[in-house]
């Protein structure tokens, strides 16, 4: 047995791709995702993106927000419908308290196990994860509760920003729980720097940024401690290089296209795997 790594484009990437005038059709994104050598896609669910995955083999990593319970059942069955195992959760908002966290977290499992779907709390700006003081206090309390460890959706650019780490911190003061890191199977290596949730990967000249350089060490160290616990195990990681569009407040009008670099993250990531 050996462990998977599964690339997983996400949709807001190909936002406006190649213009806003111009948009690609769901179609279009799909062939390019599969071109580009992705393995799935994430995004909210739907009959076309359910149609077009199955056609082209793409695995479809479900994608939700919501802090209303009373929606939960409504979302996941069209998780469920539509094609959906892993799902990312964008939770609740950032008052939310933890016990109130702890509970949407739980409702949750408890409707998504029947369904056979695992979601994944996302560590996201906005929501009761935002910082990870929020995040720990929510998984401690869902241990302390169930005996179990909390499936976390790691995005670590926003814990990076929230405490402004210069990128040499990066390792030691982003992975203070590998116990999580290794329980969990959804990542986005959207790169950052202590400042900006997501930096330039190339510069427009064909050649890697040096903030991309100064970043790829922590991506390494990232992979290494999720291997260090799952490398006797056919467990699968989701690698998503989720690189935002200017107009989701992520890029600068001055950053290269984010489809083409999330390509290129692809690529990295892929090495440093292989690597490993």
């Known amino acids: 047995m050996k462990p998977q790594l599964r690339h997983i484009a996400n949709l807001w990437t190909l936002m406006n791709h190649p213009a806003p005038s111009t948009e690609w059709t769901l179609s ?5 995702i599969q071109a580009a050598g992705f393995d799935g896609v994430c995004w909210a669910p739907s009959a076309e993106l359910h149609t077009g995955c199955h056609q082209r083999g793409l695995i479809f990593v479900g994608g939700m927000a919501s802090g209303d319970a009373s929606a939960f ?3 996941l069955h069209d998780l469920h419908r539509w094609g959906a195992h892993h799902v990312n959760v964008q939770l609740a908002a950032d008052d939310t308290l933890t016990p109130e966290a702890l509970d949407l977290t739980l409702a949750l499992d408890t409707l998504a196990e029947p369904l056979g779907l695992l979601p994944a709390i996302e560590s996201h700006r906005g929501t009761c994860t935002e910082t990870p003081e929020k995040t720990y206090a929510l998984a401690d309390a869902y241990q302390q509760k169930t005996g179990r460890l909390l499936r976390i959706s790691w995005d670590f650019s926003h814990f990076a920003v929230v405490k402004h780490l210069a990128t ?4 030691a003061r982003l992975m203070l ?20 949730v997501q930096i330039p990967i190339t510069d427009g000249r064909g050649s890697l940024t040096q903030e991309f350089h100064d970043w790829l060490p922590f991506a390494q160290a990232l992979l290494e401690c999720w291997l260090s616990g799952n490398s006797s195990t056919d467990r699968e990681i989701f690698i998503c290089p989720e690189l935002g569009p200017v107009e989701g407040g992520y890029a600068l009008s001055t950053f290269p296209n984010p489809w083409e670099d999330a390509r290129i993250v692809r690529l990295e990531v892929e090495e440093l795997w292989s690597r490993l």
């Open 168 to 171: 040499s911190h990066f390792a």
């Open 73 to 75: 059942p409504i979302l």
């Open 28 to 32: 279009e994104k799909l062939d390019a």
């Open 177 to 196: 729980r590998p116990e999580l890191i290794q329980h969990a199977q959804q990542f986005h290596f959207r790169p950052f720097n202590g400042h900006h």
